[in-house]
Nanobody, 114 residues
Framework: QVQLVESGGGLVQPGGSLRLSCTASGIVFRIASMAWYRQAPGKQRELVAAITSAESTNYADSVKGRFTISRDNAKKTLYLQMNSLKPEDTAVYLC????????WGQGTQVTVSS
């Protein structure tokens, strides 16, 4: 019943920008803490950015100043604006909700390459 669907991934050149979206269903979105994680081949999944229901945010040091997490409760959508992208940002980006047992989206691929 719970579903998180990411979109917006793709190929971008270093220094470029990309905006990811995650649309949720089956949860009371407005009271849910949400986050973006990423996982690159051979690496552990890592927290990129998180946002609470009160819109308090935190970011991984590696993306501070470049990425912005936000939410639109009316649209039940989570966003990640990614600017000044670097090759090391290449990964599958996954949407996460902390409700109940925790839920994950299927992921969207972001590739930063020239």
């Amino acid at each position: 019943q719970v579903q998180l669907v990411e979109s917006g991934g793709g190929l971008v050149q270093p220094g470029g920008s990309l905006r990811l979206s995650c649309t949720a269903s089956g949860i009371v979105f407005r009271i849910a803490s949400m986050a973006w994680y990423r996982q690159a081949p051979g690496k552990q999944r890592e927290l990129v950015a998180a946002i609470t229901s009160a819109e308090s945010t935190n970011y991984a040091d590696s993306v501070k100043g470049r990425f912005t997490i936000s939410r639109d409760n009316a649209k039940k959508t989570l966003y990640l604006q990614m600017n000044s992208l670097k090759p090391e940002d290449t990964a599958v980006y996954l949407c996460y909700s902390s409700v109940a047992t925790g839920y994950w989206g299927q992921g969207t691929q972001v590739t930063v390459s020239s």
